[in-house]
């Protein structure tokens, strides 16, 4: 039946004036037999006629119910009552304007997160079955530390397994300089291996992938650009493919071009061969990233179960290299998405708390619209309308509000990604894309249905509920008590879910205050960093590396405006970290697997003094400490008191790199007070510094400590830059402030967000708590004026209406205390320093929420308070 | 013996009436009006307002379908004749409605 009864109801909503005709038809020939009859039986046919229509009694009432029968009447009577909601809303357009303008804030904020959160964590990676691409990583100290791959292991891996179609490795992103192409530009672009862009699945849109041979050192003269590239610097030009150009002074022929949009790893648009050999990078040099394809069927955990035993079977046969080396095998997306996870799914739940509050702001807007129009239902339900036909009226009224709040929340949401986006400082890898899709869409429209149903079902159930026979006696005004009530609850609840995102927010705040406070072990002001790197072609001879950047530096430090100057291979907090093992002289020497990795960074003279780094003990390196003479290393104050704890650590040695390389020993020079490398919320990592002289790096961050603003010395110091060697470009132009600022980006816009929301979710609050105290003087007026009459004065008013407010804000908030206890335990990943419940922000929080629901009591309490008795006895 | 409206019939009652009285042919609505008042022997009798939207209803569920064609005055009308859903639902109604009035009437017939 269902199928023929669908039909028959579209087509009584279709061809309703066809069957109203046929309905018509019926009834005629019925009362012409009638007349046909009462004609044979001998009356008159004028009688006749009357006689028949008497008999069939109201014709009209019959079609109707007719056309119930055929059940159109549930589809006209819905169109009929959201045109009537329309008319309604339209008439109390201040109403309707509040209201839409509530929703769409809410519904707003959270299809911006979701769309932040999709962008990052739903939508899949763009390459083909991206679901099936994994990430291999090495794990050391039995699965204790995870770290970059090396290459004889991925070779293996890529030999021995059975489960993935294919296993890649790249080098990470690195910087070139392109000439031979317009301007020498600085480029992105990565060291593959030749099958890389296989397991990506995205082939050349013009010429072709690298060959296994091309992956040879020697062989390796190619390259492959990205479309972006290709248009900008080679003008879309299809023969391109063959044409040689110079990559940081090296020529290269240009074999491919990828397709549009094609960027990997991050931001790379450029790709040249790994051409790596187990010889030049041995089983304990850590640095590449392997990505792999799994083979049809084959789950993670599979993959996982047989690289295990592969990675025992690797340190059977290499004891020294591999001592408790393993692999994890992780999906790509969770992989790149998993720093982003725990937050994102936190600031959706924040978000969602704001939109709840906003639906109980409407709501409760919406029962006190309810309480007044109650004359109107009762009017309705008099001519007869069934109670399930107001509700159904009310449902609609709020599902239409909810629309309109949802598109224009739509719109907005637009603006508020885009402000949420340009909020932050790095450039986002490309694999995120925030642009709309099907999820987004679906999740809108999910949120706007909610929402009106939410917000719409409490007046709803709450006006049918009402015995309409008492409203109408009572002039629409009676169970004012009853609605109060639950206005009462809603406030109460609002409170409490804003105390909850206040507390929130208070966390938030106090834990990026405590971040920014950290001594990050250097002096960030006025300091001024910009990277040169050096073409490894044509700064072939450490002398040329080492003249270009004493000479630059000693050029610097003469620039006007500069007080000092220096040069370190890894600038804290960039990003960019070099870990190495270390033996200490005189401590056992431990295996590969077991020693620590320390971060080593190599500086020029004076870039300690420069970055207002202290010298605790010893002393800084100087152009004597050349490549011939003693090898020198100085150590930072936490390296120096873990193996030195009650003796200076000057004089004594260290060596790097694996045991069994036996490098030189360094002599320990100096101790400096320990610098945040890595980030500013870890103050773990050990270090030690080498001198440029003795380790000749052709990359090199330039600081310069300057009077003024930094920022005025960019052109100064190009120009030094310039005069040395025209052709040198430098790069990542920087002021320190802006380092350490965007090191904790996420932190901050984190903070930012919650402060964001929890305001939103106060102001609402307040709305409503106002909203509910107006609307009480104004309906016990009449009881004020008694209580007036019979001695209460006007303090006793105001004590009375602002006690009443304040004992619905103190049930909100022990309400949102024990709330908020329990729920910001979840937010603890995201706090530094912070305890979750740190019981100053609690208080300080629920005290700024007291005062302000104070403040929204006062307004109708003093009117309260001025009410002439006399007036308030006559009214009503 | 008073005249009954179809008013005080029970909905099921004349929804039961209608399938029975369709069971032997097709038949307009005056038909069946005609039909319920003479069967009955004139005890019984619908009026318009409740004959239509009954069968509308029955019609709505599938119980019964429609035609036009010529009735014997060689006027068009609309003709409702059972569906096999119509028929079983006739039958297990019928039953109900046996045993039901078997009851009452035991009832009658003792007390």
């Known amino acids: ?876 | 013996m008073t005249r009954q409206t179809a008013d005080l019939f029970k909905q099921g009652t004349l929804d039961l009436l209608i399938l029975r009285l369709l069971s032997s042919g097709s038949l307009n609505g005056w038909d069946i009006m005609q039909r319920i008042q003479l069967t009955s022997g004139e005890v019984l009798s619908v009026t318009p307002g409740a004959l239509y939207p009954a069968l509308h209803r029955l019609e709505a569920r599938d119980l019964i379908s429609a035609i036009w064609r010529p009735s014997d005055n060689n006027r068009k009308a609309k003709f409702y004749g059972l569906t096999a859903r119509g028929r079983k639902q006739l039958e297990t109604q019928r039953k109900e409605w046996e045993r039901f009035s078997g009851a009452v009437n035991l009832i009658m017939k003792d007390a």
């Open chain 1, 1 to 876: 039946m269902g199928l023929s009864n669908l039909f028959r109801r579209l087509r009584a909503l279709t061809n309703k004036k066809e069957l109203d005709i046929e309905l018509d038809e019926e009834l005629k020939f019925h009362l012409e037999r009638d007349v046909e009859q009462n004609i044979k039986s001998g009356m008159a046919p004028d009688d006749a006629r009357n006689s028949a229509l008497r008999a069939f009694g109201g014709v009209d009432q019959s079609k109707e119910e007719c056309r119930d029968a055929r059940g159109v009447s549930l589809v006209e009577n819905t169109l009929r009552d959201i045109s009537y909601s329309a008319r309604v809303l339209l008439k109390s357009y201040a109403f309707t304007i509040v209201v839409v303008l509530t929703l769409a804030l809410g519904i707003g904020a959270n299809t911006a997160i979701f769309s932040f959160a999709n962008g990052i964590l739903l939508r899949p990676l763009p390459y083909p079955q991206s679901d099936r691409l994994a990430v291999l990583e090495e794990t050391a100290r039995r699965g204790e530390e995870f770290s970059p791959v090396s290459y004889p292991n991925f070779l293996d891996w890529r030999e021995q397994n059975t489960v993935f179609e294919d296993v890649a490795v790249h080098f990470g992103t690195s910087r070139y300089g392109l000439s031979g192409a317009g301007e020498p530009v600085e480029i992105r672009g990565s060291r593959i291996s030749h099958s890389l862009l296989d397991v990506l699945r995205v082939s050349p849109q013009l010429g072709r992938t690298f060959t296994a041979d091309e992956d040879r050192p020697e062989q390796d003269g190619v390259v492959i650009i990205g479309h972006e590239l290709w248009q900008k610097n080679f003008g879309g030009d299809t023969d391109v493919l063959g044409k040689q150009i110079v990559l940081s002074n090296r020529s290269r022929t240009i074999v491919g071009v990828m397709p549009r949009g094609f960027r990997f790893p991050e931001i790379s648009e450029l790709w040249v061969p790994l051409a790596l050999t187990p010889q030049t990078f041995t089983r304990t040099d850590h640095g590449l990233t392997s990505i792999a394809r799994l083979k049809d069927g084959v789950t993670i955990a599979q993959a996982q179960a047989e690289m295990h035993n592969i990675a025992a079977r690797i340190e059977q046969q290499n004891p020294v290299t591999n001592e408790g080396r393993g692999v994890r095998v992780t999906s790509l997306h969770d992989n790149l998405a998993g720093d982003y996870r725990e937050a994102l799914l936190i600031l959706l739940g924040v978000v969602g708390c704001v939109l709840l509050v906003a639906c109980v702001n409407v709501a409760n807007l919406m029962l006190g619209r309810a309480t007044a129009r109650q004359k109107e239902f009762a009017l309705r339900a008099a001519l007869g309308a069934s109670r399930w036909r107001i509700v159904r009226q009310l449902l609609i009224e709020s599902l239409l509000l909810a629309i309109v709040g949802g598109a224009l929340g739509f719109a907005l949401s637009l603006l508020a990604l885009h402000l949420l986006l340009n909020a932050i400082p790095i450039q986002l890898p490309f694999w995120m894309d925030f642009g709309i899709d099907l999820r987004v869409l679906v999740f809108t429209l999910g949120i706007t249905l909610l929402t009106g149903l939410i917000f719409g079902a409490i007046p709803a159930l709450q006006t049918s509920r009402v015995d309409l026979n008492d409203t109408l006696k009572e002039g629409g005004r009676g169970s004012s008590g009853f609605r109060g009530r639950s206005r009462s609850a809603l406030v109460i609840t609002e409170i409490a879910l804003s105390l909850v995102l206040l507390v929130g927010a208070g966390l938030m705040i106090q834990s990026f205050l405590r971040l920014r406070q950290v001594n990050i072990g250097l002096d960030a002001k006025n300091l001024f960093t910009a990277t040169v790197l050096l073409p490894r072609a044509k700064y072939r001879e450490p002398q040329q590396r080492i003249t270009f950047f004493k000479q630059l530096v000693e050029r610097v430090r003469n620039v006007p405006g500069v007080e000092a100057a220096g040069a370190t291979g890894t600038l804290p907090l960039n990003g960019n970290n070099w870990g190495r093992s270390l033996t200490v002289e005189g401590y056992p020497v431990l295996s590969v697997g077991q020693a620590p990795s320390i971060q080593h960074t190599v500086v020029t003279p004076g870039y300690f003094r420069t970055m207002g780094i202290t010298l605790l003990a010893g002393r800084d390196f100087t152009d004597a400490d050349t490549f011939e003479a003693l090898k020198v290393t100085i150590v930072d104050e936490r390296l120096a008191r873990h193996y030195w704890p009650n003796d200076s650590a000057v004089g004594k040695r260290v060596r790097f790199g694996p045991p069994e390389n036996n490098e030189p020993w360094h002599t320990i020079i100096g101790v400096v007070k320990s610098v945040r490398h890595e980030r500013v919320q870890q103050d773990t990592d050990e270090s030690v510094y080498l001198p440029h002289l003795q380790i000749p790096t052709p990359n090199l961050t330039l600081v310069a400590r300057t009077t003024g603003d930094p920022n005025d010395m960019t052109g100064a110091i190009r120009r030094e830059v310039a005069q040395l060697d025209r052709d040198q470009p430098i790069s990542e132009i920087a002021t320190m402030e802006e380092v350490v600022a965007e090191s904790i980006w996420q932190p901050r816009l984190y903070a930012m967000l919650f402060v964001v929301f929890a305001g939103g979710a106060l102001v609402l609050a307040l709305i409503g708590i106002y909203g509910v105290m107006a609307f009480l003087v104004q309906t016990r007026t009449h009881e004020i004026g008694v209580r007036m009459a019979l001695g209460a004065t006007a303090r006793d008013v105001f004590k009375l209406i602002v006690g009443r407010g304040m004992k619905l804000t103190v049930f909100g908030i022990v309400i949102g205390v024990a709330g908020a206890i329990g729920l910001t335990r979840l937010m603890h990943s995201l706090l530094f320093n912070t305890s979750a419940t740190d019981p100053f922000t609690f208080i300080v929080i629920a005290i700024l929420l007291s005062v302000a629901a104070f403040l929204a009591c006062y307004i109708p309490a003093r009117r309260a308070a001025r009410v002439d008795p006399l007036t308030a006895l006559r009214y009503e």
